[in-house]
């Protein structure tokens, strides 16, 4: 029996600021996971998540539930050979990844998606209330499990086009107008992967930006 201890991984990442955290490599499914076993049966996943469930007449809650895949060899081969990418990919990485200041090539075609509290902390910054935010920044589109209220709106309705808060069009230097305030998704986004990255820049080295996004009173009023 194999264990991947997913807790051991956050605090390594953690100790030596590698991006190894699950989340940062993109493994989203593996969110709430806290656990992997694998052996040549069974693949078991252990979530730390609350739950409740509703079966007939029962009410039942569980902190972790597991699932076991033992009839499905093909799953299982397929599952533990992502895994060991996965690992591989974690002992290949450059020890200093840092994005090119002025970039933010991928503030533009990814969208990233809000939770309440994004859009809370996003009012608060701009001093605005939560339904202008939301009115004005935000596709709203409620996930199934209702964590994420919708994502953010680009410039045009065009999905490629720049996010609504990316500043310094101007400079060609670009830098994300909010943020201290920034979602989740977008503090989380890995650069791993990008061939944009440049792996001599300095680390928590900062940069000169310009001013912080300012919300456009009038347009914002033009729309109600
Ligand atoms: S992830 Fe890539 S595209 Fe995005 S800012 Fe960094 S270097 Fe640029
Ligand atoms: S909110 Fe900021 S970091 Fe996120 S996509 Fe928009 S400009 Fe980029």
């Not at 076991?68 to 591989?88: C, M, Q, S, T, W």
Request: glycine share 6%; proline share 7%.
């Amino acid at each position: 029996m194999e264990t991947i201890d997913l807790t051991a991984l956050r605090n390594f990442s953690r100790r030596t600021g590698q991006p190894t955290h699950p989340e940062l490599l993109d493994a989203r499914p593996l969110t709430h996971v806290n656990k992997i076993e694998i052996d040549e049966e069974h693949i078991t996943l252990e979530f730390d998540e609350k739950t409740t469930r509703f079966y007939n007449l029962n009410e039942i809650t569980k902190r972790e539930w597991i699932y076991k895949y033992n009839d499905d060899p093909e799953f299982v081969k397929a599952i533990g050979h992502v895994i060991e990418l996965a690992r591989k990919h974690l002992k290949e990485l450059p020890e200093n990844v840092a994005c090119p200041p002025g970039c933010a090539e991928c503030c533009s075609g990814y969208e990233p998606f809000v939770s309440r509290e994004d859009v809370t902390r996003i009012a608060k910054h701009l001093g605005m209330s939560y339904a202008e935010v939301m009115r004005e920044y935000i596709v709203e589109r409620p996930s199934a499990d209702g964590y994420h209220v919708g994502w953010v709106r680009k410039v045009t309705d065009d999905v490629a086009d720049k996010c609504v808060f990316l500043m310094g069009p101007r400079s060609g230097r670009y830098y994300c107008g909010i943020y201290e305030a920034r979602p989740h998704d977008c503090g989380e986004f890995t650069p791993i992967g990008c061939d944009d990255v440049d792996e001599s820049l300095p680390r928590k080295a900062s940069w000169k930006i310009g001013a912080p996004f300012r919300p456009n009173r009038r347009r914002a009023s033009k729309r109600r």
